[in-house]
């Protein structure tokens, strides 16, 4: 089976500290475009996942989507940001029928910005058997993208509150 490599990156305008906050709750698992919480089991949260096409993407993220909405179950181990010497680092897995099993790897990090603290946030997929999956590249990059977008809406709402 292959691994394929997806990277995105966006730039928030809020500080990495408050931005890496909005990851430690679980309210963290409904920035990803399509996914509703159902439960948890074993320390794993269960979600549902609609992962052909999402509704709640930005239109950028949404040009890459070609296929109709299909609903599918997830389980989601995501472990809390943790402090290094330049960033915070969230690190997070899943898997599902008809899923690659994914591991992902999510950096925020100082950015320099225009007077306002400000975040580069970097999000690393590594999905393995994405070809067998219900995804593919182009999907799991919107969703990703889209995730992005979610999180710096929130996290500078909440700066500007």
Known sequence: ????????????????TGTALLLSGPAALELWPGVRRVGELGGRVLVEADVAGPTELTPEATSALTAPPAVTAASVLARPPRRTATAFVSSFGWTGPDLPGTEGRLTLSYAPGDGVPSTR???VLEAEGLEA???????????A????????????????A
Request: charged content about 25%; hydrophobic content about 50%; glycine content about 4%.
């Open 1 to 16: 089976m292959s691994t394929t490599r997806i990277c995105v990156e966006r730039h928030v305008r809020a500080d990495p």
């Open 121 to 123: 946030a970097e999000l």
């Open 145 to 160: 993208v889209g995730f992005l977008a979610n999180l710096a809406g929130a996290a500078e709402s909440r700066r500007a």
């Open 133 to 143: 999956s219900r995804l593919d590249a182009d999907v799991l990059t919107a969703m």
